[in-house]
T-cell receptor
Framework: DQQVKQNSPSLSVQEGRISILNCDYT??????FLWYKKYPAEGPTFLIS?????DKNEDGRFTVFLNKSAKHLSLHIVPSQPGDSAVYFCAASHGLGGATNKLIFGTGTLLAVQP | NAGVTQTPKFRVLKTGQSMTLLCAQDMNHEYMYWYRQDPGMGLRLIHYSVGEGTTAKGEVPDGYNVSRLKKQNFLLGLESAAPSQTSVYFCASSYSGRKYFGPGTRLLVL
């Protein structure tokens, strides 16, 4: 039972264009969502997060949108750069902080930004 | 400040052999975690620790044991390795909900 789903295993985008990565979740108790970025042979690194009390959070070229009624969130990267090429994991949790903040991860989307 | 480090980076085991994966963090974080990443599965929590001397089971704990004798170290043990434990293992530590991951240990069990 995959509670967090990333239905697109891969995405290819031209440099300078917008990248949109999607994530769906099934557990309505989730109230905190994160995106992690992972390069080959490295651990995931935190990118951006959003609480369920918001519907948008922006950090430079990265924006996360949350649609609670649809249980859907998306990560927008604009403009996309070749250095953005990586695997992006969506993650969700019930509650912020604490050791019992057990993140549930999606399966990841491989983004390739073509020069 | 090295962050989270993992030893070894890569290991090949035969079925039935044992080994210990070491995770170390220098950020003075209370919470530490072990995850495994498998193709098509995302990252799944194996065990975690809320502080020195404490451990707890995660989502997929069977076949693994852990110890947190020192705050900065979190050890993951495989007593009798099985091919199903072939995976990439990530350690993480956290403060205020944000997790910091190590570079991973790639384990192949033949």
């Amino acid at each position: 039972d995959q509670q967090v789903k990333q239905n697109s295993p891969s995405l290819s985008v031209q440099e300078g264009r917008i990248s949109i990565l999607n994530c769906d979740y099934t557990n309505s108790m989730f109230d905190y969502f994160l995106w992690y970025k992972k390069y080959p042979a490295e651990g995931p690194t935190f990118l951006i997060s959003i609480s369920s009390i918001k519907d948008k959070n922006e950090d430079g070229r990265f924006t996360v949108f949350l649609n609670k009624s649809a249980k859907h969130l998306s990560l927008h990267i604009v403009p996309s750069q070749p250095g953005d090429s990586a695997v992006y994991f969506c993650a969700a949790s019930h509650g912020l902080g604490g050791a019992t903040n057990k993140l549930i991860f999606g399966t990841g989307t491989l983004l390739a930004v073509q020069p | 400040n090295a962050g989270v480090t993992q030893t070894p980076k890569f290991r090949v085991l035969k079925t039935g052999q044992s080994m210990t994966l070491l995770c170390a963090q220098d950020m003075n974080h209370e919470y530490m975690y072990w995850y495994r990443q498998d193709p098509g599965m995302g990252l799944r929590l194996i065990h975690y620790s809320v502080g020195e001397g404490t451990t707890a089971k995660g989502e997929v704990p069977d076949g693994y044991n852990v110890s947190r004798l020192k705050k900065q170290n979190f050890l993951l043990g495989l007593e009798s390795a099985a091919p199903s434990q072939t995976s990439v293992y990530f350690c993480a530590s956290s403060y205020s909900g944000r997790k910091y991951f190590g570079p991973g240990t790639r384990l192949l069990v033949l």
